[in-house]
């Protein structure tokens, strides 16, 4: 009786570690194949690469993990080895050994070894994530506390902001905390350069599928690209703590097919057309004189 007990129970075990395997390999599964641009409940690794550089960033991490594991299992080994075999039943008396130029040597070298073949790859990125190759379009991002603004020079500077859409006016099938008024619309397929500047603290723009997070520092402009391979929408978060309302200022990427751009552009054009004159009523309002409202800086 006592073994049956035994049994049912050793079997129930077994069952409950297979449900445990298949539940963590489904939701891998899952996470896997839903092809994510935001994050996911229970999402394991990266959002799936949507440009170029995040297609390498994620090669370049999988490498990573191999050089890593096989470290760790290595060590692993030697710590049991040593454990199994100069336990003080083993090996009842010690050696007395304090050097050995051999393995002292070894041991430096073959790390540094290590570390250069992780330096090259890891050099080449950061370069090839650097440099814009041969723009098509540029577009300025700016962080306010607690927004972004985007402009577009080569569109005739058109300039609008992006606000979270609280929880409470949130439509159906929008995300809380992600999606926002007006995103940022890019041709897909396009080389972008982006700019990135500040109006009060350092904010970081970061768009995780996209491998692309850059600072917005007041008084600087900061560098990256950008070529989103595929129309869809994008979603990210400002990634520097700025402040008491960081968590409510996300990144929305809209990336339309070309001729769908064009299209969106002449509708933005009218639709934020106020702010494309920089006009500022407010300030006109209070008795400034109209032609500096452009040299004015940006209000906080
Ligand atoms: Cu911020």
Same mark, same amino acid.
């Given at each position: 009786?006592?073994?049956?007990?035994?049994?049912?129970?050793?079997?129930?075990?077994?069952?409950?570690?297979?449900?445990?395997?298949?539940?963590?390999?489904?939701?891998?599964?899952?996470?896997?194949?839903?092809?994510?641009? &935001?994050?996911?409940?229970?999402?394991?690794?990266?959002?799936?690469?949507? %440009?170029?550089?995040?297609?390498?960033?994620?090669?370049?991490?999988?490498?990573?993990?191999?050089?890593? %594991?096989?470290? %760790?299992?290595?060590?692993?080994?030697?710590?049991?080895?040593?454990?199994?075999?100069?336990?003080?039943?083993?090996?009842?008396?010690?050696?007395?050994?304090?050097?050995?130029?051999?393995? &002292?040597?070894?041991?430096?070298?073959?790390?540094?070894?290590?570390?250069?073949?992780?330096?090259?790859?890891?050099?080449?990125?950061?370069?090839?994530?650097?440099?814009?190759?041969?723009?098509?379009?540029?577009?300025?991002?700016?962080?306010?506390?607690?927004?972004?603004?985007?402009?577009?020079?080569?569109?005739?500077?058109?300039?609008?902001?992006?606000?979270?859409?609280?929880?409470?006016?949130?439509?159906?099938?929008?995300?809380?905390?992600?999606? /926002?008024?007006?995103?940022?619309?890019?041709?897909?397929?396009?080389?972008?350069?982006?700019?990135?500047?500040?109006?009060? /603290?350092?904010?970081?723009?970061?768009?995780?599928?996209?491998?692309?997070?850059?600072?917005?520092?007041?008084?600087?402009?900061? &560098?990256?690209?950008?070529?989103?391979?595929?129309?869809?929408?994008?979603?990210?978060?400002?990634?520097?703590?700025?402040?008491?309302?960081?968590?409510?200022?996300?990144?929305?990427? &809209?990336?339309?097919?070309?001729?769908?751009?064009?299209?969106?552009?002449?509708?933005?054009?009218?639709?934020?057309?106020?702010?494309?004159?920089?006009?500022?009523?407010?300030?006109?309002?209070?008795?400034?004189?109209?032609?500096?409202?452009?040299?004015?800086?940006?209000?906080?």
């Amino acid at each position: 009786m006592v073994r049956l007990t035994r049994l049912l129970t050793t079997k129930a075990a077994v069952r409950a570690l297979w449900v445990l395997a298949l539940g963590v390999i489904g939701t891998f599964a899952i996470a896997v194949v839903a092809g994510a641009t &935001e994050p996911r409940p229970w999402q394991l690794g990266f959002q799936p690469a949507a %440009t170029p550089v995040k297609e390498r960033l994620s090669a370049f991490h999988d490498e990573l993990l191999i050089i890593i %594991t096989l470290i %760790t299992v290595f060590v692993l080994g030697l710590l049991v080895y040593v454990i199994w075999r100069f336990n003080q039943q083993r090996n009842p008396v010690p050696s007395h050994t304090s050097h050995n130029t051999v393995i &002292e040597m070894l041991w430096t070298v073959v790390p540094v070894l290590i570390l250069i073949i992780i330096a090259i790859p890891s050099f080449k990125l950061m370069y090839y994530m650097d440099r814009v190759p041969n723009p098509e379009m540029t577009i300025k991002v700016t962080g306010h506390q607690w927004y972004w603004s985007y402009e577009y020079p080569d569109q005739g500077g058109l300039t609008f902001d992006s606000n979270i859409i609280p929880d409470d006016q949130l439509k159906p099938g929008q995300k809380r905390l992600l999606d /926002v008024d007006n995103p940022l619309v890019v041709p897909a397929d396009t080389i972008i350069r982006l700019q990135f500047t500040g109006t009060d /603290v350092i904010h970081s723009w970061f768009v995780p599928s996209f491998g692309v997070q850059e600072y917005a520092i007041v008084g600087r402009l900061n &560098e990256s690209w950008m070529t989103v391979e595929h129309p869809g929408s994008y979603y990210g978060q400002c990634n520097q703590i700025c402040g008491v309302n960081h968590a409510f200022m996300p990144i929305k990427v &809209e990336a339309m097919s070309k001729e769908g751009f064009q299209r969106w552009l002449v509708d933005a054009k009218k639709k934020f057309a106020r702010r494309d004159k920089g006009a500022d009523p407010v300030r006109v309002a209070a008795g400034a004189d109209p032609g500096d409202a452009h040299a004015a800086p940006a209000g906080n």
